[in-house]
C-alpha cells in the first residue's frame, strides 16, 4: 500500500514561475476553492490532509525537492509523514478524490499561485515568528479592548493560560498562513508537554476564535486577534521574491 513519502509528484518538478517561499503551509480557503471547486463540503473529512498534500506538491514543483525535503521547509513536523497515528495520506488513499483528475486540478492551482501579482513571502513569516507568542501585557490589552469577560468556572474551566495560548496559536496561523497546531505556543519549549495534536479543552477553545459563527462573547476578541495577526505581517516582505 502506497505511502507519502514513495508517491510520486502529480505536477512537473521545476517549472514554475512561483518561488518556494510563496507556499503557505495551510492553503486558504480560496485556493481551496481553485483546486475543488465551491463544493468543499463533499471533502470536509479529508480537508486537512488535502491542505498539507496539496501544499507539499506546490513546494515539491518550485524546488525539484523530494517530500521530505518540501515537509521540512514547510515546517511540517517528520511525524506527520511517518507516525502511523498522524501520517499524511497520500492522494491515492484517500477515497473521496477517487475518479477525480487531480493532476489537473493541482496545476489549475499552480497557475493560480503563478498569476498572483503580490505573492507573500511565508517562509520568511514562519522564520521570523518561530518563536512567537502574546506577550502577557499584549494579551491584556486585547482582552480590555475587545470587553473579553472570562468565563466563570463550570464544567469545562479555561484557564487565562489556556486562553492565552490558544490566541497565541489562532494569531500565529493567520500570520503565516500555517496550521495552529504547529505554532510555538503549542509545542515545546513553550509548551512543555507539547500539543502538536491535541484533544483536550484546547480543540473547544480554538474551535470557538476560529468558527465563522462565533458566540457574542468571542466575537470582538476574535476581530482583536486578527488585527494583531495584520500586525505582524506588516514587516516588508524580500523584494526578490515579487520578481517573476
Not at 50 to 67: C, D, K, N, P, W
Request: charged share 25%; hydrophobic share 40%; aromatic share 6%.
Amino acid at each position: 500500500m502506497p505511502d507519502l513519502l514513495n508517491s510520486r509528484s502529480l505536477l512537473p518538478l521545476g517549472r514554475r514561475d512561483y518561488r518556494a517561499e510563496n507556499i503557505p503551509q495551510e492553503i486558504p480557503a480560496a485556493w481551496l476553492d481553485v483546486l475543488l471547486g465551491r463544493d468543499r463540503a463533499a471533502y470536509a473529512q479529508i480537508l486537512r490532509s488535502l491542505r498539507r498534500l496539496t501544499a507539499i506538491q506546490l513546494v515539491q514543483a518550485a524546488e525539484t525537492s523530494t517530500t521530505r525535503e518540501a515537509a521540512r521547509f514547510l515546517g511540517i513536523p517528520s511525524a506527520w509523514l511517518t507516525d502511523p497515528a498522524k501520517r499524511i495520506l497520500p492522494f491515492g488513499r484517500l477515497p473521496q478524490l477517487r475518479g477525480q483528475d487531480l493532476t489537473q486540478a493541482l496545476e489549475r492551482l499552480a497557475q493560480h499561485v503563478e498569476n498572483d501579482p503580490h505573492p507573500i513571502d511565508y517562509h520568511e513569516r514562519r522564520r521570523r515568528l518561530a518563536t512567537w507568542h502574546l506577550q502577557a501585557a499584549d494579551w491584556e490589552t486585547i482582552k480590555e479592548e475587545s470587553g473579553f469577560v472570562p468565563r466563570r468556572p463550570g464544567k469545562y474551566p479555561v484557564t487565562d493560560e489556556l486562553l492565552r495560548d490558544c490566541a497565541s496559536a489562532v494569531v500565529w496561523a493567520q500570520a503565516t498562513g500555517s496550521e495552529w497546531r504547529l505554532a510555538p505556543a503549542m509545542r515545546p519549549p513553550l509548551s512543555p508537554l507539547g500539543r502538536p495534536d491535541p484533544i483536550g479543552p484546547e480543540h473547544r477553545v480554538i474551535k470557538a476564535l476560529t468558527t465563522h459563527a462565533p458566540t457574542q462573547r468571542y466575537r470582538q476578541l476574535i476581530k482583536a486577534l486578527a488585527a494583531h495577526a495584520d500586525t505582524l505581517t506588516q514587516t516588508p516582505e524580500s523584494p526578490e521574491l515579487h520578481a517573476r
